[in-house]
């Protein structure tokens, strides 16, 4: 439960479906125990924080049409997104707790998914131009172009409305202060280990 849900699902969440602002984060491990983890739901996720969670829903849909048109290639990213997803798990062994966050263990997986997620932008496209197949070749490219500026336009600027103010880091100087005041401390000639 910790190793997969806590870890794992958890920041496969933050990646593709939203993350709480930290103000809001209720999860306190000191409180926890082994049982009350069982029954808790995935911390930290907010389904609504990007309007709807459309990179997850794309590539659980690309995951879909992947292995409905070409099973092969899509069992190859399957055992991708496995190898570097729940089976780094089981080669971790993570204990708990973790000092700090560990989800870079975790980026191949979150990148096969990416894969799925570009699909199913493809997918989305391509139904798009079936459904406006009677138009012109002009009047397929705009409405092709219109659906992808929602797609690569739309998600990006929620996530940079959303996220903006929590990932600013301009007047944040407890970094330069930190290592100003550190290398101040030192007498000259000073070896800093």
């Given at each position: 439960?910790?190793?997969?849900?806590?870890?794992?699902?958890?920041?496969?969440?933050?990646?593709?479906?939203?993350?709480?602002?930290?103000?809001?984060?209720?999860?306190?491990?000191?409180?926890?125990?082994?049982?009350?983890?069982?029954?808790?739901?995935?911390?930290?996720?907010?389904?609504?924080?990007?309007?709807?969670?459309l990179a997850f829903i794309l590539g659980i849909l690309g995951m879909?049409?992947?292995?409905?048109?070409?099973?092969?290639?899509?069992?190859?990213?399957?055992?991708?997104?496995?190898?570097?997803?729940?089976?780094?798990?089981?080669?971790?062994?993570?204990?708990?707790?973790?000092?700090?966050?560990?989800?870079?263990?975790?980026?191949?997986?979150?990148?096969?998914?990416?894969?799925?997620?570009?699909?199913?932008?493809?997918?989305?496209?391509?139904?798009?131009?079936?459904?406006?197949?009677?138009?012109?070749?002009?009047?397929?490219?705009?409405?092709?172009?219109?659906?992808?500026?929602?797609?690569?336009?739309?998600?990006?600027?929620?996530?940079?409305?959303?996220?903006?103010?929590?990932?600013?880091?301009?007047?944040?100087?407890?970094?330069?202060?930190?290592?100003?005041?550190?290398?101040?401390?030192?007498?000259p000639d000073a070896i800093l280990f």
């Amino acid at each position: 439960n910790y190793q997969i849900k806590e870890m794992y699902l958890r920041y496969l969440g933050w990646q593709f479906i939203g993350k709480e602002d930290y103000n809001n984060q209720t999860l306190n491990r000191a409180q926890l125990n082994t049982t009350t983890i069982v029954n808790m739901p995935l911390q930290n996720i907010d389904w609504n924080r990007y309007v709807i969670p459309l990179a997850f829903i794309l590539g659980i849909l690309g995951m879909i049409w992947h292995f409905k048109n070409d099973w092969k290639r899509a069992s190859a990213t399957l055992a991708l997104f496995l190898a570097t997803g729940l089976m780094i798990i089981m080669y971790l062994n993570q204990s708990d707790p973790q000092p700090r966050e560990r989800d870079y263990a975790y980026v191949g997986s979150f990148f096969a998914f990416s894969i799925w997620i570009g699909i199913g932008i493809n997918q989305i496209i391509n139904i798009v131009e079936k459904f406006f197949k009677n138009l012109s070749s002009r009047g397929r490219t705009l409405i092709n172009s219109m659906a992808l500026f929602l797609i690569f336009i739309t998600m990006p600027c929620m996530m940079l409305i959303q996220d903006y103010n929590e990932h600013d880091r301009s007047l944040r100087y407890e970094a330069w202060d930190y290592a100003y005041n550190l290398l101040n401390s030192c007498e000259p000639d000073a070896i800093l280990f």
